[in-house]
């Protein structure tokens, strides 16, 4: 179970984790490490103590103009994709790539998608339709969201990929949504208009295709917005609505020394979901969560709720899958941040959702993939859908 499972994985492993690493050393304390790393570039965004945001951006500045060679998909090779993003050496980013690792699974990561509908510069960065904030402008989220993957590279991009996994990250565009939103007066949270075009476009045609997929924090949001499920922009500003205190359940705030961690939240699991079926219990315990964003309800889509946790007498969404498609499943939770607390034998690491349980969610997609290869080797979308 414990192996490497290609030359190709371990070359794109070893470059994202030199800045995990780095970022590891910023603070005597792993799981102070750990909360400076994440949020850096994930969906949580705020201001990390100094001495860890230092050592967070000299391990992002370093060789940042570099990339991790994703290697040549061979035909005929169960290889599952990684969804591309900006900021390859965030934490959730690369000990996604270490999960997939320690499960055995050959990956590669992915290029961005690029849509046929704006124009990039040499940087492959939007030079229209983009906000001063990072998101997309109204008009560009309508672009894509009604041209989908259609004409954009994505079916090249994943010849001889059999499975996807779209990590953890920023805040997606609300002018994404369904029933586009505006943007909150939020402070400290990060968006990229590139990662929300190539996301929904390979999102998109994966579910179009039954490619199988595994969508983290972020990536299930994506997998909600292109589905059509409504989103809760910011939990905090939720709850005040609401007239409910919210002790941050979901994201710690910085302790007094200005370190954070990623919060432990028990979940319940529905009964007849890919989720019971893959862990074999109605609940988890301690899950690893760093998130602002929520799903806020399906209704109305082809999604199904798969696991819930309450939180100040409300249910929150934690898991949610796809109904029409074999394997489309989201977590919002961080299990490959239970993998990587006991790779590096962080202090805390008991304190979070055990390893077999977190690398077990890994190990199915691979059985998805396998199953993907055998009955559409080519991509074609001529599987038979649960």
């Known amino acids: 179970m414990k192996r490497i499972a290609s030359i190709v994985s371990t070359g794109v492993c070893a470059f994202l984790l030199a800045g995990l690493v780095a970022c590891a050393s910023a603070e005597t304390g792993a799981p102070a490490a750990s909360g400076a790393a994440e949020n850096s570039a994930s969906s949580s965004n705020a201001t990390p103590s100094s001495d860890a945001a230092s050592s967070a951006d000299a391990a992002s500045t370093s060789d940042a103009t570099a990339q991790p060679d994703a290697g040549t998909p061979q035909k005929g090779t169960v290889r599952v994709g990684v969804a ?63 041209n989908t993957w259609q004409e954009s590279d994505v079916a090249n991009m994943l010849e001889g990929i059999n499975a996807v996994v779209f990590p953890g990250g920023e805040d997606i565009s609300p002018s994404l949504y369904y029933d586009p939103e505006e943007l909150p007066d939020l402070e400290g949270e990060d968006y990229s208009a590139e990662r929300d075009v190539s996301d929904f476009l390979l999102m998109s045609y994966c579910l179009e295709h039954d490619i199988p997929l595994m969508a983290i924090c972020r990536g299930m949001q994506v997998l909600s917005v292109v589905s059509g499920a409504e989103m809760m922009q910011d939990i905090p500003t939720w709850f005040a609505e609401q007239n409910l205190v919210y002790e941050n359940e979901h994201r710690q705030l910085p302790d007094a020394q200005g370190n954070r961690d990623f919060t432990a939240t028990d979940i319940q699991i529905e009964p007849d979901s890919i989720l019971h079926d893959i862990v074999q219990t109605d609940h988890l315990d301690n899950c690893p969560c760093w998130h602002h964003q929520a799903v806020e309800n399906v209704d109305g889509t082809r999604l199904v709720v798969t696991a819930r946790t309450t939180t100040e007498g409300r249910e929150m969404i934690e898991g949610v899958q796809r109904t029409d498609k074999t394997f489309a499943v989201g977590y919002q939770f961080h299990p490959e941040i239970s993998i990587q607390k006991v790779l590096d034998g962080e202090a805390n690491a008991q304190d979070y959702l055990d390893y077999e349980t977190a690398l077990a969610l890994f190990e199915r997609l691979e059985e998805e993939a396998a199953a993907q290869l055998e009955e559409d080797p080519d991509n074609l979308g001529i599987r038979k859908a649960a």
């Open 84 to 146: 591309w993003r900006p900021n390859q050496k965030s934490l959730s980013y690369a000990s996604t790539c270490r999960a997939l690792e320690e499960a055995g699974i050959d990956y590669v990561v992915l290029d961005q998608v690029l849509s046929p509908d704006f124009t990039y510069d040499a940087n492959n960065m939007l030079t229209e339709g983009k906000t001063e904030a990072g998101t997309l402008t109204p008009e560009a989220g309508k672009l894509v969201r009604c």
